[in-house]
């Protein structure tokens, strides 16, 4: 079951990869970006990461794809059309997708083979270690994304300083 | 029980597409969008090997702090490329040359 729904979240990304790519408007890319990101999304629930999955439906789904959407509603209101993108040096990004696939392709075949079932995971304990272990980490996150709410406001302002 | 290398040939197929979106696309709200693919290919990496080493969290941890770079470079990207979309009317790179050679 677990394993058919992870090729069913492959499966979605690897399309809504292919949409972006080729598709001429932003609107239609941030859509497939929406699909992309809910799939990885479901991705990390199949590989009990469960945290990371509602943190990324949240703050990916629910932040950053409303913030790229104001974005496009927002650098495409003086042409009065909708935003469409073109694509340059395509040639440069075929052989460079390319040649990183044969890079990395290889490198699969040196895995250790797992062994071990995915029950043992629990939301406690992962608690326990983000606030035990990690909780330095946890409170200079929490004072990075301070400092870049402050710069985004600032950054995004009309008032001229 | 899923095998480690086909998750990361999702992450490959991730990373390689925000590669090809960064150099092909012209506007930088599709650049924004490669980065976040980039992203989240390395996120999917570290969640996938933190498979091969339960009860260790790192792997996890490292993802949960990877999407909270991403959320403050977004924010910041985006706040960026809107203010220069206001000074340059235009929110593509190539168009915004003041720092270039004139020759």
Redesign the interface.
């Known amino acids: 079951m677990?394993?058919f729904a992870?090729?069913g979240f492959?499966g979605i990304?690897?399309v809504c990869?292919f949409v972006?790519?080729i598709t001429r408007k932003?609107m239609h890319?941030?859509l497939a970006?929406l699909g992309?990101?809910v799939s990885?999304a479901g991705?990390?629930a199949?590989?009990?990461?469960e945290?990371?999955a509602v943190?990324?439906l949240m703050?990916?789904a629910g932040?950053?794809l409303i913030?790229?959407l104001?974005?496009?509603m927002?650098?495409g209101r003086?042409s009065n059309k909708p935003?469409q993108?073109?694509?340059?040096?395509?040639w440069?990004?075929?052989l460079?997708?390319v040649l990183?696939?044969f890079l990395?392709?290889p490198?699969?075949d040196s895995?250790?083979v797992?062994t071990?079932?995915?029950e043992?995971?629990s939301i406690q304990?992962?608690g326990i270690?983000?606030f035990s272990?990690?909780a330095f980490?946890f409170e200079l996150?929490g004072l990075?994304?301070l400092?870049?709410?402050i710069?985004?406001?600032v950054?995004?302002s009309?008032r001229p300083s | 029980m899923i095998p480690v290398e086909h998750i990361f040939y999702v992450s490959v197929s991730l990373l390689v597409t925000g590669v090809v979106l960064i150099l092909t696309k012209r506007n930088a709200l599709m650049m924004l969008m490669g980065l976040e693919l980039i992203l989240n290919a390395a996120n999917l990496n570290m969640i996938g090997f933190n498979q091969l080493h339960k009860p260790a969290w790192d792997g996890q941890m490292a993802g949960l702090f990877i999407v909270i770079i991403a959320v403050c470079e977004a924010a910041v990207g985006i706040a960026i490329i809107l203010q220069a979309y206001r000074h340059y009317f235009s929110s593509v790179p190539d168009q915004i040359s003041d720092l270039k050679d004139p020759w």
Do not use: E
């Open positions: 677990s394993a992870f090729y492959a990304i690897l990869l972006m790519v932003v890319a941030a970006l992309c990101l990885v991705i990390f199949v590989l009990s990461a945290v990371i943190i990324q703050v990916y932040g950053i913030l790229i104001f974005g496009i927002l650098t003086l935003l993108v073109q694509s340059h040096n395509v440069v990004g075929v460079a997708g990183m696939l990395f392709i490198l699969a895995f250790p797992q071990r079932s995915l043992d995971a304990a992962f270690t983000l272990t990690y980490a996150s990075l994304l400092v870049s709410l710069a985004a406001a950054a995004a009309s």
